[in-house]
């Protein structure tokens, strides 16, 4: 089966360079990449972009927007960007240029969605500093994916990055398509009723396990985590609104892809691994 992973990173960021050295022991690198995802049929990925000014200093209020794809100079031909927001810069003098600078990066690029990142930046989702954002998406059709859930730094705060949150946008956006990232773990109810009550709402099912192919397989055979994840994606009872992601390089991509198969009722597989992702980032 050909697989899409909807979500990881190929960016410059400590955080994520010190994980696949010390936990995920992948090799975080365009070789790397190639490799790994290849091994595993993985035919395209969406890669968030995010950076930062300093080593160590994702959250960075200092980014350019767009925050892009870094890691190396080329990126790998199958990888498709979704660019960030750093909302930071889109209040007071930098506003205007910045929007501009979003703008015509999607006009000149092969852009398949906006990344929110809720909780690393403090403010609600439905705040009016992402609306000229959201006009973005409408005008050019793109899809908005939020962080959700857990921050992976502890500067983050964790009331913007509820997946209850996203119920209020997506009511008075109904001409926009978000998918909430990492199924808003550990509230994956709340992201489970959200999805299934909003029809332009949809999940990834990345970073649900950070670390190797140890790890994943103690996390995973633990009873209660598994059945934590299973319990939502019952309760929301909709395969074509969940898309398989990874959250690479923060965990090794062969152990994560059997976590999710055994979630996934097998007649979903194909929906989940490739058919959804492949129709709501139009790829
Ligand atoms: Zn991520």
Known sequence: MNIIDSHIHFSNIESFKKTAVDMSKVDY??????????ANN???????????????????????????????????HNIYSCVGINPSRLVGVNKNEELKNIEKYIQTHAVKALKIYAGYYHYHVY?????????????????????????????????????????ELAVYNRDIHFVIAHLGDPWVMDCA???????????????????????????SNQKLFFEHIKRALVYA????????????????????????????????HEDVFYNNAKRIFKL
């Open 193 to 219: 009723e959200v999805v299934y009550k909003n029809d332009n709402v949809f999940a990834d099912l990345s970073g649900l396990i950070v670390g190797d192919r140890q790890q994943v397989e103690k996390t």
């Open 127 to 167: 705040d009016d500093v992402y609306k000229p954002v959201y006009e973005l998406a409408v005008k050019y059709k793109l899809p908005v994916v939020i962080h959700s859930g857990d921050t992976y730094s502890e500067r983050g705060i964790l009331k913007y990055s509820h997946p209850l949150n996203v119920d």
């Open 42 to 76: 993985i035919v395209a990925s969406i890669a968030m972009g995010v950076q930062e000014t300093k080593s160590g200093s994702f959250p960075d209020e200092n980014s350019l927007n767009p925050m892009l794809l870094d890691l190396e100079k080329d990126i790998p």
């Open 29 to 38: 690198s365009f070789c790397g990449y190639i490799k790994e995802f290849e």
């Open 237 to 268: 009872d909709c395969y074509n609104k969940f898309m398989f992601g990874s959250d690479w390089p923060l965990v090794e991509i062969g152990s994560y892809v059997e976590f999710i198969k055994k979630l996934i009722p097998l007649e979903y």
